[in-house]
RNA sequence: GGAGAGAUGGCUGAGUGGUCGAAAGCAACGGUUUGCUAAAUCGUCGUACGGGUCACACCGUACCGCGGGUUCGAAUCCCGCUCUCUCCGCCA
């Protein structure tokens, strides 16, 4: 949610920003029902005033007396239209909440304007992109490919988009993990294990509720949701807390299988591992000052470039434009590393700030240890890294004229070699 | 899954259908005093929303696990749910 001062004082920048993120919420019927929702709040709170100033007269009259009883025939009337009002409030509330919800973060006043992903600005390039040889092709096209995944079998257990990971592939993955996690340990960030299914406040809490409700995969019975990502378990691991000013900023990690439903998605782009259903992904949260978000967006972007530079994949650096970023975020960083076999960039890394988007709806505060007010945090979470898309870029760009795969050397630790070899 | 007990402010813990935002204690913060490093004493000490203000002040309302209900009036009575603890069962 966004600051509703902002709405009120300000809409003409709260308008410019929706439209900058190519938002069609319809904000008129936002600043109309708050209008009306504060004027039935007066109407209520001072009929329960009068109704309380009764009762406190009642407490002094003898029970059963005839002042008594003439107070309650007067207070029934009251009564009576209190609940008429506080329903009405009520039902207002709600229409309230709907539509509150339905307004995006707004985009930093850095962010590019544009409305699609063409219009993403390349802020930065590293590493140098291999020509293209002849025995140079996608993983999907590997003929070996199935001894280290399985997507038949995959999808005869689950479905598409769920393969097995074979042999090197799962102890591939599992090195990945263990290098993410490790290279975040070295930064002095915590980890955590994170619950891979999250109640519904959580949801909200992070912006999955209620617009992208039908992306997730649901435990309908339970009321729980598979989560898209561990930053729902890890921004609300302090939801409904207030933090003390010292204590920021905080930094964790944790890694999750995600879960994706992708509805909609068709094409190209979900051959082999490009898009699949479920993944593994080591995310980094970040809880700090708001004056210092920006910096540590910067400071997220660089970890987790550091990432690909450790493992020698060339990528770039996009700062997403207005209409191609996220609901929640006031600006966002993607990474991108060159798959030379399919000759196209890869989305590996998403690093966001969110300011106090998320940190409202999951009430996360601090205390100003100045004013000693309560402020909200502000909220960062990128990835470091996804492991599916940077496996693609692993098999593609170390594939060898013998059909081996050279392995990035910071991986030897983890897989006890350096390279996979043609079975 | 079965049986029982419970859920009150940062913590502990009282609470009769009405004067309860809620006793008391602890912790915390500010002052005073003695002094020596621990006491004594006075005061302050929840959050959110709405009104109000340049901003404070101030005023109102809500919140005693959550959601309903009864009532003129609910922390208190009724119903449903969630969670915690104990015991039993089952199970990595």
Redesign the pocket.
């Known amino acids: 949610m966004i600051d509703?001062k902002i709405l009120r004082e300000s809409p003409e920048i709260a308008r410019a920003g929706i439209q900058k993120k190519r938002n069609d919420c319809d904000l008129d019927a936002v600043m109309d029902v708050?209008a009306k929702?504060?004027k039935l709040?007066?109407e209520?709170?001072?009929l329960?005033?009068?109704?309380?100033?009764?009762?406190?007269e009642?407490?002094?009259l003898q029970?059963g007396s005839p002042e008594?009883m003439e107070?309650?025939?007067e207070?029934?009337d009251?009564?009576a239209r209190?609940?008429q009002s506080d329903a009405a409030l009520?039902e207002l509330d709600e229409s309230w909440n709907d539509l509150y919800l339905s307004v995006p973060n707004l985009p930093h006043e850095t962010v590019p304007d544009g409305s699609t992903e063409e219009d993403n600005v390349e802020i930065k390039a590293w590493g140098e992109i291999p020509d293209k040889e002849p025995y140079h092709v996608p993983h999907y096209d590997f003929d070996w490919l199935d001894q280290i995944l399985d997507f038949k079998r995959g999808t005869k257990v689950t479905g598409s988009g769920f393969p097995f990971y074979v042999g090197d592939g799962a102890r591939l993955v599992r090195s990945l993990v263990s290098f993410f996690l490790d290279q975040a340990h070295e930064s002095g960030i915590q980890e955590l294990g994170v619950p891979f299914l999250v109640n519904g406040d959580s949801a909200l809490a992070t912006g999955q509720l209620p617009d992208k409700e039908g992306q997730m995969y649901q435990a309908v019975e339970d009321g729980l949701y598979a989560i898209p990502t561990a930053e729902v378990p890890l921004t609300n691991f302090l939801r409904d807390e207030?933090l003390e000013e010292a204590e920021l900023p905080i930094y964790r990690c944790g890694h999750s299988a995600c879960f994706r439903r992708e509805a909609g998605s068709h094409g190209k782009d979900v051959r082999g591992l490009n898009r699949v259903h479920q993944f593994d992904k080591v995310e980094i949260l970040k809880w700090v000052k708001p004056e210092t978000s920006y910096d540590e967006l910067e400071s997220l972007r660089d970890y987790a470039e550091s990432l690909l530079q450790k493992l020698g994949l060339p990528y770039r650096a996009l700062l997403m434009c207005g209409g191609d970023m996220g609901f929640s975020q006031t600006k966002q960083y993607d990474l991108e590393v060159w798959a030379v076999g399919q000759q196209r960039w890869l989305e590996v890394s998403s690093c966001s700030n969110f300011e106090s988007f998320q940190s409202r709806r999951a009430?996360i505060?601090y205390?100003d240890s100045q004013t000693?007010?309560?402020e909200f945090v502000h909220t960062l979470n990128g990835s470091g890294l996804a492991v599916p898309r940077v496996l693609v870029a692993i098999l593609e760009n170390g594939l060898q004229a013998d059909g081996s795969v050279k392995l990035p050397e910071a991986l030897a630790p983890y897989m006890g070699k350096d390279h996979i070899a043609r079975a």
Not at 48 to 56: L, W
Request: aromatic fraction near 4%; charged fraction near 40%; proline fraction near 0%.
């Open positions: 509703l708050d929702r504060r709040i007066v209520v709170e001072s329960r005033a009068e109704q309380k100033a009764a009762n406190t009642m407490s002094q029970k008594f107070k309650v025939g207070m029934k009251l009564s209190f609940k009520k207030i009430r505060r205390r000693g007010k309560n």
